[in-house]
């Protein structure tokens, strides 16, 4: 199970990671984000157009927004414990066989 969690984290790591997805090679953090953000709206969409409502498309944004943010988040949150040694995500890697 802690395998498959860490596999989860590691593709979680690769898709919203800035610094590992294809979009690292923008300099500007911000700019990251705002791609980031425009990504989001633009799966909303098309998400709401396969759904085959308008209506859906201001759910599914609202919820990829904060979806986005709270990864965002999420990540400076493990980004701060990996910088300061004290993060449960490396005692579970070092514990992981």
Same mark, same amino acid.
């Given at each position: 199970?802690?395998?498959?969690?860490?596999?989860?984290? &590691?593709?979680?790591?690769?898709? /919203? &990671?800035?610094?590992?997805? @294809?979009?690292?090679?923008?300099? &500007? @953090?911000?700019?990251?984000?705002?791609?980031?953000?425009?990504?989001?709206?633009?799966?909303?969409?098309?998400?709401?157009?396969?759904?085959?409502?308008?209506?859906?498309?201001?759910?599914?944004?609202?919820?990829?927004?904060?979806?986005?943010?709270?990864?965002? /988040?999420?990540?400076?949150?493990?980004? &701060?414990?990996?910088?300061?040694?004290?993060?449960?995500?490396?005692?579970?890697?070092?514990?992981?066989?």
């Amino acid at each position: 199970m802690k395998a498959f969690a860490l596999r989860i984290y &590691d593709y979680y790591k690769y898709i /919203f &990671d800035s610094k590992r997805n @294809p979009i690292r090679h923008i300099p &500007d @953090p911000i700019s990251r984000f705002y791609i980031m953000t425009i990504l989001a709206g633009l799966w909303s969409f098309a998400i709401s157009i396969y759904i085959g409502s308008i209506i859906y498309f201001g759910i599914s944004l609202a919820a990829h927004t904060i979806l986005l943010l709270m990864f965002f /988040f999420t990540m400076a949150v493990f980004y &701060d414990a990996e910088k300061n040694k004290s993060s449960w995500l490396l005692k579970l890697r070092r514990n992981k066989k």
